[in-house]
């Protein structure tokens, strides 16, 4: 509103200032044009005065002439004596005009009329004081003659003269008169465009003004609408707060500083009716009967010097009943006063979820016992309290288990897993010396503060047997056993996370061992792990400095001895020693990186397929081996593709080498790795076969190409009749099964001529071709003569 106000004010100042200027200037024209009325006035009444002495000039002369004429006539001396006067008094009377007009405002040309007139009337004037001598002396005819001849064409001529001055006199007086007539019109027509110009600004001014006053009258107006529907609005909002406050879950309460009450809600009063408390009472008086465990003076002190405070309190008449109490102070310069509000929120659920989130974070839902987390907290601050406490930790891991679980299911393997735990508990005194925690799956950890080794080995002899007989009393047929590893403090380590890796260790040399036993650890295990451990750094290094490489071991197609494939194996050279595959492999898979190698081989292998395939090279696929931790690897299936894409290959030119456990282990229905990429075309090859389950039942879940027979029955097949036996049987039922067969490690001529004969379709060894780098292999078909004794 302030600036339509303004504006308005601005237009209507600069009207009456344009009014003010328009007058102003208009005066100044006014007092101009009076100036020039009076002077052309004063010009006119003095012209005037010329033309009336111009008129009298005029009529003495023709007097004169008259008189000049009556005085020649005249007979007698008295008459002609009155003559004579006249003629003087009216040549005086010219004379005294003539010098009146000279001393008048006149232009060159009246100046010089009125010189000659001088001098026409002068020697006018002495012509007839020469007549008036001739008649005086009685000589009429020569009066008559000289005023005749001389004296009346002078006064002619003089009549003329006073004609033209009378003329111009006339002339002048006009223009005179037309120039006051124009000023008196200018001026009137000022006048009357400065009243118009008045009364235009004053209307527009007044209809501005009037319309600026409507506008401020709606503006008003509206204003006035929208203060009222704010007001409404705000009522709402308060009336709708207030219900809020009322109806609200929490208890509250609005109080003075001094904490006498000021508005409470529903809640509130539901809260504190029970206790038949004496409203009038003050909050900080009130609190403490409501509520236990509360330091009243500290939440004083804290919102008065914070401006909020929290604290936690139990029910008097139910200490099950929890409260956070919220204090917060309430300043506003709208308010009279510093007002502070309570808020009493029943926090009984959360602090039973904290109690059961405490619960499943700390312990294990199925036995009850400590979990993980729960058992290293314990047992770190154990070693943090009393480093020298020597105490022994067990790491329990149950043999078969996964039998349990797939047979009888998950329910069966929860009951297994509760009465190891009973069974644990049992064997162990009950006291704060001691620990037991399922950390996760079949493993359990037991912590022994007061035992020597022979009561450690006591102790996990008891605890194998208990749980051998658990299960032998139901199932005959199963041995449910358990490995257990024992490590110390400090001897076997100085920190939590040593004792558990040396216990674990420990625990999986038991079961090296035949398991159902255990074993302590040792410092030959000890210098174990260090090699693991350097051997893991040096994997990880090998990765970053590209150590490792690849090279291609031919296959062959029996029959023709023509090259159908290449299988890539990898190698790794570390410090110019070659590192055997049997070596590193295992452990990279125990550390993580067989994902990192597998995918270097897989890259390789395709990058060198298509290089080959550029230069005409008679290879159609290479083969390489995969692992489980690829096949459990996310986005393993779109790596293959991708790579098949990037080297524009087809998919059955490559060959997935897996082993017959790892077959089974992903024919389940969460894990389809394989069964999608074979049925994107990729050839899929059983390696390792026959060291397994042998069973071709298993295969025909899964559309596999070919079944390579495992080395050690092709090295015994010669002499050895079992041998030669289960290769012949797989020969056999691989062909039934539609399914190629490869032999690997050909060593001699013998096994290949009975591979040969027993119909088997492919093959690979060193006596065919050795593993060589791709720019040393060799595809050329083999000669059978070269292979004949």
Not at 289 to 299: A, K, N, P
Not at 305 to 319: K, T
Request: aromatic letters at 8%; glycine letters at 4%.
């Amino acid at each position: 509103m302030n600036k339509p106000t303004k504006n308005t004010t601005f237009y209507v100042a600069l009207g009456y200032i344009l009014i003010c200027s328009l007058a102003f200037a208009t005066s100044l024209l006014a007092f101009s044009f009076e100036n020039r009325i009076q002077e052309s006035i004063e010009k006119l009444d003095q012209q005037f005065q010329q033309k009336e002495l111009v008129e009298k000039l005029y009529q003495n002369a023709r007097d004169r002439s008259i008189l000049l004429l009556q005085m020649v006539t005249a007979k007698d001396p008295f008459e002609l004596d009155y003559y004579q006067m006249q003629l003087y008094d009216r040549a005086g009377k010219i004379m005294v005009a003539l010098r009146k007009y000279q001393t008048m405002e006149t232009n060159e040309e009246e100046k010089q009329l009125l010189s000659q007139l001088l001098d026409e009337t002068t020697l006018n004037r002495d012509l007839q004081n020469r007549v008036m001598t001739l008649i005086l002396n009685q000589q009429p005819d020569a009066a008559l003659d000289l005023l005749v001849l001389e004296t009346l064409p002078i006064q002619e001529k003089a009549i003329q003269l006073f004609q033209t001055l009378y003329g111009i006199k006339d002339t002048q007086l006009k223009e005179s008169r037309q120039k006051v007539d124009h000023d008196v019109t200018a001026i009137k027509n000022l006048w009357i465009f400065t009243l118009v110009s008045f009364f235009i600004l004053i209307t527009l001014i007044s209809i501005y003004t009037l319309k600026k006053l409507r506008q401020a009258q709606r503006i008003q107006h509206d204003f006035q609408t929208e203060l009222e529907q704010k007001v409404t609005e705000r009522t709402k909002e308060i009336v709708l707060d207030s219900a809020i406050l009322q109806n609200i879950h929490e208890s509250i309460a609005i109080t003075t500083e001094q904490g006498k009450l000021v508005k409470t809600n529903i809640k509130y009063n539901s809260l504190v009716k029970p206790f038949q408390l004496d409203r009038q009472l003050d909050i900080w008086t009130l609190l403490p009967q409501l509520f236990v465990d509360i330091d009243i003076e500290r939440l004083f002190t804290d919102v008065i010097q914070e401006g909020y405070a929290r604290q936690e309190g139990c029910l008097n008449s139910d200490l099950n009943r929890h409260y956070l109490i919220d204090v917060h102070q309430i300043q506003d310069v709208r308010l009279d006063n510093t007002y502070l509000s309570f808020l009493l929120t029943d926090v009984t659920h959360l602090k039973q979820t904290q109690k059961e989130l405490e619960s499943l974070a700390n312990y294990d839902l199925v036995t009850q016992l400590p979990n993980r987390n729960l058992f290293q907290k314990t047992v770190t601050n154990w070693i943090n309290q009393d480093n020298n406490q020597a105490f022994a930790l067990f790491f329990l891991d149950l043999d078969n288990f996964k039998w349990v679980n797939d047979t009888q299911g998950h329910e069966a393997g929860d009951q297994v897993l509760k009465q190891v735990a009973q069974i644990i508990q049992s064997h162990l005194p009950d006291d704060k010396n001691h620990l037991v925690a399922r950390l996760g799956g079949d493993e359990f950890a037991i912590v022994c503060r007061s035992c020597d080794e022979l009561m450690l080995a006591k102790l996990a002899n008891q605890l194998i047997d208990s749980i051998k007989q658990l299960y032998q009393n139901n199932h005959q047929s199963q041995t449910l056993g358990c490995s257990i590893g024992i490590a110390t403090f400090p001897k076997d380590g100085n920190s939590l996370e040593d004792l558990m890796r040396h216990a674990d260790f420990s625990m999986y040399k038991a079961k090296e061992q035949g398991k159902n036993g255990y074993c302590l650890f040792s410092d030959k295990m000890n210098e174990h792990i260090h090699y693991l451990y350097q051997t893991e750094i040096n994997l990880h290094q090998a990765l970053v400095k590209r150590e490792f490489f690849v090279v291609y071991q031919p296959q062959y197609q029996l029959n023709s001895l023509e090259v159908t494939g290449a299988e890539a194996l990898i190698r790794w050279k570390k410090e110019d020693q070659l590192i055997p595959p049997a070596e590193f492999i295992p452990l990279a898979e125990k550390f993580g990186l067989i994902n990192a190698i597998g995918g270097f081989v897989l890259e390789t292998a395709l990058t060198q397929l298509k290089l080959w395939q550029q230069t005409n090279n008679p290879l159609k696929r290479v083969a390489i081996n995969v692992s489980s931790a690829q096949l459990n690897e996310t986005g393993f299936t779109q790596q293959v593709k991708q790579q098949l894409d990037l080297n524009d290959l087809a998919p059955h030119q490559l060959d997935l080498e897996i082993t017959e456990s790892l077959l089974l282990d992903h024919l389940s229905e969460d894990n389809q790795a394989l069964s999608i990429l074979q049925k994107k075309g990729l050839e899929i090859s059983i390696d390792d076969f026959g060291t397994g389950y042998s069973s071709l039942a298993y295969i025909k879940h899964l559309n596999v190409n070919r079944i390579k027979i495992d080395q050690s029955f092709v090295r015994d097949l010669t002499h050895n009749a079992e041998s030669y036996s289960i290769v012949n049987a797989i020969i056999t039922m691989g062909h039934s099964l539609g399914l190629k067969v490869l032999a690997e490690g050909i060593e001699t001529t013998q096994q290949l001529a009975l591979l040969r004969e027993l119909g088997c379709d492919e093959g690979q060894g060193y006596l065919l071709a050795r593993p060589q780098p791709a720019d040393q292999v060799s595809f050329e078909p083999l000669k059978l003569d070269n292979f004949e004794s």
